[in-house]
């Protein structure tokens, strides 16, 4: 029987005792969807700290999303009790790195309240700098930049390690430059972005051996969940901090790698076996969370992949529901098929917090929330910045972060005339003259200027009252807390009247998410850490347990799990999409199948596909054709609910290539409700499928995680 300290052990199968039990040396467990890898990494830091091998202050665990740290916490808090607590250091890469370069920023030029930049200011300061080089920022734009400097930092190459000719790549030779440059203007504003947060990390530890050896020491056990999705960087950091006592746990899967394009290397999971000499790999092959149907679609699927490890599954499951395909003839169609279906499951009393919607791009997600919000159907949305992206809590933002960090340029150049106040260009130009030449934050050089008579009598008068009450508000955060310090600010700098003048349409929702916006700050101990919150943590509506519908990216969607789970736009050019395929060919395809693999994994019981055969665009109506990825599932799991009359169904059985089928809806009869009403379309979407991918959205990848979960994975 099993000591009853040791309870958490009896609901595992053999392998994932063994996983959890090994907890010596390097161990790497390489297993499938839903084979309870989250759940051994869970169990096995109860174990290490139940059975006294560590402290929950000695243990570092890496999640990949705040969400899913903050799960971990909840679960082994469940199996061991409050203890749980000590874990400080369970978090995300960003947020650990935060931690460790908060403790040590002098040693690498910062103070310990440094910002970490959002990627608009990032851009905004990589403007400046292409600018004060001297180059035209049109024919070289910040965002390439931006994307490049990411990549080097996801490298762990700081501006010493990038090779001369790979530094030339922009601007004719001067991408080296520009990013030291970059980095340097960071340093001057006390500020890092997120790639920093590691690579800092390294150098710190490169540079200070007794610190590494400090955190080599605290950090008896480390554990890494999605482990085939870091980047270099992170495996360089994990190296360095694991190469003393080795008790390194990383648990991943190559089939779930979707983080390509963001730098990520499935390659670290074969680096692992030969940095790590002697590790113990265990595999895990039995599926606790999908029926048969969906499995075995799912598996199906992605073996049409070439580059794998290569892993069987099975499960012990009945059969279940067949995967359904679903097709409409617009966009607008398979919003209103799902929120049908989405209503025909709550009357049957199926709990709305055990559906997910998951979109390849977040502008699949509009209609989508339409849908919901007329129909009443309670939903949130995950991983996604929408929140405190929002113009008017960004402006909030920037005031409060110049209360907390008057050196903080890019918030105050942010709102120095929001509301308008007679600051404009010319003003800010003069600053920044000043600013420069002197090396000191804008708001330094203001109390310089305002002294002088560089400035007319008006906006000098202006800006005195500005610093004047910057400081006010400052002295007050030492004694009022955030939210009355916010609510002030924002009340006494007219910005909260700015929108209450405004007559706009969207002025009073603005208004709203203000109010939300100080409610929210109730639950920090202090500016600094809110706002830190806000940097790290871009999922809004994440501490809501209420019943709600999950609407996300597939990226997101990593790692959850829901009964049923809708998965809409499955069409080629959008998924897969044509950028990946475009800039990546076949690794692009891969990895859009992988992602395929991720959505249809996440269900338990229901796995929902849809395909459109008209879409909008940027605004224009563009015809599609069923993703291949729809071929790619086998006939014997498959069930087609509703599709025009002429399709006919491949299913990868030899039913003819799918270019056969590439316009298989023009002219033809057509099944659904959605057909009258959709006829109306018709003159807009002649332009043909083409069009659809060079509309594409292009942005470039972002850098920030949370945000970049739902902003990057919306464009790439
Ligand atoms: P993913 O690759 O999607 O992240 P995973 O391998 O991390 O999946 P988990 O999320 O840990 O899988 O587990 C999937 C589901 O199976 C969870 O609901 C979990 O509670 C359940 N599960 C895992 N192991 C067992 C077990 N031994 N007995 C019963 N249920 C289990
Ligand atoms: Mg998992």
Excluded at 123 to 128: D, E, F, G, P, V
Excluded at 275 to 299: K, M, Q, W
Excluded at 466 to 476: A, P, Q, T
Excluded at 685 to 698: P, Q, Y
Aim: hydrophobic residues 40%; neutral net charge.
């Amino acid at each position: 029987a099993v000591a009853p300290q040791l309870a958490y052990l009896s609901g595992l199968n053999p392998e994932q005792r063994a996983a959890v039990e090994a907890t010596e040396g390097p161990v790497l467990v390489l297993a499938g969807a839903g084979t309870g890898k989250t759940r051994v990494l869970t169990t096995r830091i109860a174990h290490l700290i139940a059975t006294g091998r560590a402290w929950p202050s000695q243990i570092l665990a890496v999640t990949f999303t705040n969400k899913a740290a903050r799960e971990m916490r909840e679960r082994i808090g469940r199996a061991i009790g409050e203890v749980a607590e000590g874990m400080q250091w369970l978090g995300t890469f960003h947020s650990i790195g935060t931690k460790i370069l908060r403790r040590h920023a002098e040693l690498v030029g910062l103070r310990s309240d440094f910002t970490i930049l959002g990627t608009d200011d990032q851009l905004r300061l990589m403007k400046q700098v292409i600018e004060a080089e001297g180059i035209d920022e049109k024919r070289w734009p910040a965002r390439q930049l931006a994307g490049l400097i990411d990549a080097w930092k996801n490298r762990g190459l700081g501006p010493d390690q990038v090779a001369a000719g790979e530094a030339g790549a922009f601007a004719n030779g001067k991408g080296g430059r520009l990013y030291r440059a970059y980095q340097e203007r960071l340093k001057v504003l006390n500020a890092v972005d997120f790639g920093d947060l590691l690579l800092e990390c390294l150098r710190l530890w490169r540079e200070h051996p007794d610190i590494l050896e400090q955190y080599q020491d605290r950090f008896r056990y480390m554990l890494v969940d999605e482990y085939q999705d870091t980047n270099v960087a992170q495996y360089l950091w994990l190296r360095l901090l694991a190469q003393k006592r080795k008790n390194l746990c990383c648990v991943g899967d190559d089939d779930q790698s979707i983080y390509g394009w963001r730098g990520a290397e499935v390659d670290n999971i074969l680096r692992f076996e030969h940095d790590f000499p002697g590790a113990i790999v265990i595999r895990l092959e039995r599926n606790y969370r999908s029926t048969g149907h969906i499995l075995s679609a799912a598996s199906v699927l992605i073996a049409k992949n070439q580059g794998r490890l290569g892993k069987t599954l099975r499960t012990e499951d009945e059969l279940g529901e067949k995967v359904t395909i679903t097709g409409a003839w617009d966009s607008e169609d398979e919003a209103r098929l799902i929120g049908e279906e989405i209503e025909a499951l709550h009357a049957k009393k199926h709990p709305l917090s055990e559906i997910a919607i998951l979109v390849r791009i977040s502008a699949q997600m509009r209609e989508i929330e339409d849908r919901l919000v007329q129909l009443g159907v309670p939903y949130r949305v995950i991983g996604g910045p929408r929140f405190y992206e929002r113009a008017e809590i960004r402006d909030a933002l920037a005031y409060l972060r110049v209360v907390n960090q008057p050196a903080d340029d890019l918030a105050f150049e942010r709102i120095v005339n929001v509301p308008k106040r007679g600051l404009g260009d010319a003003t800010i130009q003069v600053l920044h003259n000043h600013a420069r030449a002197a090396r000191v934050p804008m708001m330094e050089a203001a109390r310089f200027i305002v002294e002088t008579d560089e400035l007319k009598p008006k906006p000098r008068a202006t800006l005195r009252d500005l610093l004047i009450s910057f400081g006010r508000w400052s002295k007050l955060s030492e004694t009022m807390s955030q939210s009355e310090v916010a609510q002030i600010v924002l009340e006494e700098s007219g910005y909260t009247d700015m929108w209450q003048k405004e007559k706009s349409a969207d002025a009073a929702g603005r208004l709203e998410n203000l109010k939300e916006l100080v409610r929210s700050m109730e639950e920090f101990p202090d500016l600094q850490s809110f706002l830190e919150h806000v940097s790290l943590v871009m999922e809004a509506n994440e501490s809501d347990t209420s019943e709600r519908v999950s609407l996300m990216t597939l990226h997101a969607a990593k790692g959850l799990e829901f009964d049923t789970v809708f998965l809409p736009g499955w069409e080629e050019g959008l998924f897969p999409n044509q950028r990946a395929l475009d800039e990546s060919g076949r690794a692009g395809l891969e990895e859009e199948r992988r992602l395929a693999h991720v959505g249809i994994t996440r269900a338990k019981r229901r796995a929902k596909i849809y395909f459109a055969s008209n879409r909008r665009i940027h605004g224009l109506w563009n015809s599609t054709v069923p993703s291949r990825f729809v071929d790619d599932l086998p006939e014997a799991n498959v069930e087609i609910v509703e599709a025009p009359a002429n399709f006919s169904y491949g299913g990868g059985y030899g039913g003819g290539s799918r270019f056969d089928r590439m316009q298989p809806f023009s002219g033809s009869s057509y099944q659904t409700p959605g057909w009258q009403r959709a006829q109306a379309h018709r003159a807009s979407t002649e332009d043909g499928g083409s069009s659809a991918r060079r509309s594409r959205d292009r942005r470039g990848p972002m850098m920030i995680e949370g945000e970049l979960v739902a902003k990057s994975t919306g464009s790439s």
